[in-house]
């Protein structure tokens, strides 16, 4: 099915643990965003990628890195993880940067950092 | 003692009612705005958009009202059902295709 696929659906780490979760989409869309949830929050823009081999930080990117390697593929890595990154993860794309073409999110990743 | 921002809005709703789901945003340049709908457990999902030449836009029992005086914008939905209880966010797309920025969101129950 076309989409945004995002794996793990869970996982718990332990503090300074390293780890990557796994965003993919299969509809040829140029831009990529990893954003997290937090109660209360809203969605808060980690990263984002206009295209294969750019990325930039959004509002919330210290503890996070990306590359975009190629079109289908958006990895959130978190080197070192700490309690404070415990959230949920939502990887989303788009056809272009323009947001009028609408943005596809994954169901998400529920981390948890012990 | 409790944290600041851990809860949500709520707006509760008798089911068959209309729901009207409030969101000021923060940037007066903004010429573009979406309402998603977010089911527990998923990923957001759109619902309605609007640009900012225009000040009202309706879809299949949604209505989007746009008032930039104020910079506030709002999500009415008609005869409201049981599957409508979700959290809904609004966003704003600065111009430049920059990415969007959301609301913290308000959860919306529906009282059959």
């Known amino acids: 099915n076309a989409g945004v696929t995002q794996t793990p659906k869970f996982q718990v780490l332990k503090t300074g643990q390293s780890m990557t979760l796994q965003c993919a989409q299969d509809m040829n869309h140029e831009y990529m965003s990893w954003y997290r949830q937090d109660p209360g929050m809203g969605l808060r823009l980690i990263h984002y990628?206009?295209?294969?081999?750019?990325?930039d930080q959004g509002e919330v990117p210290n503890g996070y890195n990306v590359s975009r390697s190629t079109t289908e593929d958006f990895p959130l890595r978190l080197l070192s993880a700490a309690p404070s990154q415990t959230s949920v993860y939502f990887c989303?794309?788009?056809?272009?940067?323009?947001?009028?073409?609408?943005?596809?999110f994954g169901s998400g990743t529920r981390l948890t950092v012990v | 003692g409790e944290s600041v921002g851990l809860h949500l809005p709520t707006l509760s709703v008798q089911e068959g009612d209309n729901s009207i789901i409030n969101c000021a945003y923060s940037?007066?340049?903004?010429?573009?705005f979406i309402w998603y709908k977010q089911e527990s457990g998923k990923g957001p999902q759109f619902i309605i958009d609007i640009r900012s030449n225009m000040d009202k836009r309706q879809g299949q029992r949604v209505t989007v009202l746009l008032n930039k005086t104020v910079k506030h914008l709002s999500l009415q939905i008609a005869a409201t059902q049981p599957g409508d209880s979700a959290v809904y966010f609004c966003a704003e797309n600065y111009p430049g295709n920059t990415p969007l920025v959301f609301g913290k969101g308000t959860r919306l129950s529906v009282i059959a």
């Open positions: 940037n007066s340049a903004s010429d573009y």
């Open positions: 990628s206009v295209g294969a081999g750019i990325t």
């Open positions: 989303a794309s788009s056809p272009t940067g323009d947001p009028g073409f609408g943005y596809t």
